[in-house]
């Protein structure tokens, strides 16, 4: 089942048992019914004050929130997987360090005994 029968359905299911969920919806995103206000819309949410009423439906308003949040997920997923591959580089350089370390620690104590002597 794709992103758009989702949608609807739970569009559906709101409407029938949580008329408070839509008219947030509507009143957020400017719009009245899923395709029109004649599609499963709290009629009279679709009219504000001034006598402006809210023909357009919201399918298309919660597509591009869903989109826009897909974009926003994208860019955190890129920015994490910089972040871990530079935390990656830096603990291979601390390997690196730390064992080239140890392979000179050992001959630098080997020449201080050979000096004492």
Do not use: R
């Amino acid at each position: 089942m794709q992103f758009p029968a989702i949608a609807y359905t739970t569009w559906q299911h709101l409407f029938y048992y949580d008329h408070k969920a839509i008219i947030t919806i509507e009143q957020n995103l400017e719009c009245c019914g899923w395709f029109n206000f004649t599609d499963y819309a709290v009629p009279e949410n679709c009219q504000v004050a001034n006598g402006f009423e809210f023909l357009t439906g919201c399918q298309q308003q919660v597509d591009a929130a869903v989109e826009d949040s897909y974009q926003t997920a994208g860019g955190i997923a890129v920015a994490l997987a910089v972040l871990q591959f530079l935390a990656l580089v830096l603990a291979a350089f601390t390997v690196h360090y730390l064992k080239k370390s140890e392979a000179s620690q050992p001959q630098e104590l080997i020449e201080d005994e050979m000096e004492n002597i």
